[in-house]
């Protein structure tokens, strides 16, 4: 085998290699040798099957197959010849040799992985989220835990805020009906801010059997552009009414949140325990967010256009599958690859960046931390031993959180590197404004 390499460009080589003929030529007769041993043809007996007749037979196939692998065997030997690290997965061209030729010749056109270089990160500093969780973040957390609870029952009276409401409802545009206008039995909690405000806002003091007309704009930004910004009249007719029924802070209460003897005093601190939890979780990712951004703002690589191409395709997948399990199928045809780029180039960036930290400091996952990891995503399941069986029988699901390790001590490392001080936040806002 001969090996030739060319630089394209700062990440792209292209490889010819040149393998001997004799060589192709040999490994092709010793393969149609052993299906002459084995090979059953019509009017033969087993093993007695002409070599002339087998090659006419097979000979085709078995070059293919021969060449397959030779192109694969010899592309992998030069590479390692050339110590090359090859970036996703290259391009190859075989060459048209003549009768007489003595080699079999083909090229491949790949890229390969960037040089990393990580600038002085030393003067970035980190803010550390600082959450107290006392009795009012647990009063909170309750009072959300009622409120997901909340039952419905049906009254007679006129409707308000905070009412549950069943509606059927008819919208026409020029006297016409217009696609999504139109609906039976829909529910909705009145001041949620489920529907347009101008719809909603006819709902309030309507009682059962009570029918309603009147006329809206649609907002000029309105999700559907067919009707954005369009005149429409609705003839509404209320259902139903129905009244929230918040439970109190009892013993049925905390039996729902998996307190078995109702103790109330046990349900603040398991609601404490876990809020606690979560909001490690929260500051330990905004942590590592800004970590993260760092060190992708202080290095400096090009990326190979083949991951991302690589990457693009695994967030489509994804997304595809994703889409088609809530019965959008009919939208996967309008994905354009762009809008994916920017995530899939992002992504391939930072698995660079970190690869090289890993490389570079010897940086693993201990078998310990892996399984704290492991214990701490079980705490949050009924059964948690179960959880942690489930990881450990099978090795891929051990090797994901593996990777996730990995993640975490490189963010050490980093906040090791960088300063980072503390920053009061209030619970609320680290929370999410949906709490």
Do not use: C
Not at 295 to 321: F, I, Q, S
Not at 418 to 435: A, C
């Amino acid at each position: 085998m001969q090996a030739s390499l060319e630089t394209l460009s700062t990440l792209e080589r292209r490889l010819k290699v040149a393998v001997p003929v004799q060589q192709i030529d040999t490994e092709i007769e010793n393969r149609l040798k052993r299906i002459q041993r084995t090979v059953k043809l019509h009017g033969f007996r087993p093993g007695k099957v002409p070599m002339k007749v087998v090659a006419q037979q097979y000979g085709p196939q078995v070059r293919q197959e021969v060449l397959g692998d030779t192109v694969e065997r010899t592309f992998g030997e030069a590479v390692k010849e050339k110590n090359l690290r090859v970036a996703g997965y290259p391009k190859i061209e075989t060459q048209a040799a003549a009768e007489d030729a003595g080699a079999f010749e083909f090229t491949a056109t790949f890229e390969v992985f960037p040089e990393v270089a990580i600038g002085d990160i030393s003067k970035v500093v980190v803010e550390r989220p600082a959450v107290s969780v006392g009795d009012t973040e647990v009063d909170k957390t309750i009072d959300v835990l009622r409120k997901q609870r909340t039952q419905y029952n049906k009254v007679d009276r006129a409707a308000k805020d905070g009412d549950a409401v069943v509606i059927d409802y008819v919208g026409t545009m020029d006297g016409e009906a217009f696609e999504g206008g139109s609906a039976k039995g829909q529910a909705v909690v009145l001041g949620e801010g489920r529907l347009l405000p101008d719809f909603e806002k006819q709902l309030s003091g309507m009682s059962a059997g009570e029918t309603r007309t009147f006329e809206l704009v649609f907002p000029e930004d309105y999700h559907d552009k067919g009707v954005a910004g369009k005149a429409a009249s609705f003839d509404v007719t209320l259902v139903a009414v129905q009244e929230p029924i918040v439970p109190e802070v009892d013993a049925e209460f905390a039996k729902t949140l998996g307190i078995e003897d109702g103790d109330i005093g046990r349900m603040r601190e398991d609601v404490r325990v876990n809020l606690e939890r979560e909001v490690d979780r929260r500051v330990q990712a905004r942590v590592k967010d800004q970590a993260l951004k760092a060190l992708m703002d202080n290095a400096t690589l090009e990326v190979p256009k083949a991951l991302v191409d690589m990457e693009v395709n695994r967030l489509m997948a994804g997304t595809a599958e994703s889409m088609k399990a809530r019965g959008m199928s009919e939208q996967l045809d309008n994905m354009p690859r762009d809008v994916f780029e920017p995530e899939a180039r992002r992504r391939v960036l930072i698995g660079l960046v970190l690869a090289e930290i890993v490389r570079a400091e010897g940086i693993r996952a201990e078998p310990d931390q892996v399984r704290k990891v492991v214990e701490d995503y079980a705490q949050s399941y009924e059964h948690p031993e179960e959880v942690v069986r489930w990881y450990y029988q099978s090795p891929d699901r051990v090797r994901e959180v593996e990777s996730v390790v990995v993640e975490n001590n490189v963010v050490d490392w980093l906040l090791g590197k960088v300063s980072v001080v503390e920053k009061t936040v209030d619970f609320d806002e680290l929370m999410g404004n949906g709490r």
